[in-house]
C-alpha cells in the first residue's frame, strides 16, 4: 500500500511540473480533470488525463 502512495505522490509532482507544456498539448483540459481554488490555492487533480497517459504508456509497453 505505501508503494501505491508512494507512486501516486510522484505522478502528481510530475503532473504539476509538466503542468504548463502538457496544457499547450492538450492534455489537462479533458474531462475528469478536476481544478478547484480553495481559499486562493489552485489544485488540479488530472483524473482524465491519467487514464489517458496510463493507455498509452500500456500501448507504448505492449509493443515493446
Excluded at 501505491?4 to 503542468?19: E, H, K, M, R
Excluded at 499547450?24 to 487514464?51: A, E, H, N, T
Aim: proline share 5%.
Amino acid at each position: 500500500m505505501i508503494r501505491w502512495l508512494l507512486v501516486i505522490f510522484i505522478a502528481l509532482v510530475i503532473f504539476s511540473a509538466l503542468g504548463p507544456w502538457l496544457e499547450k498539448i492538450g492534455i489537462g483540459r479533458l474531462p475528469g480533470d478536476l481544478r478547484v481554488r480553495i481559499r486562493g490555492r489552485d489544485w488540479y487533480l488530472p483524473f482524465g488525463s491519467s487514464v489517458l497517459l496510463g493507455l498509452i504508456a500500456l500501448g507504448v509497453a505492449r509493443l515493446l
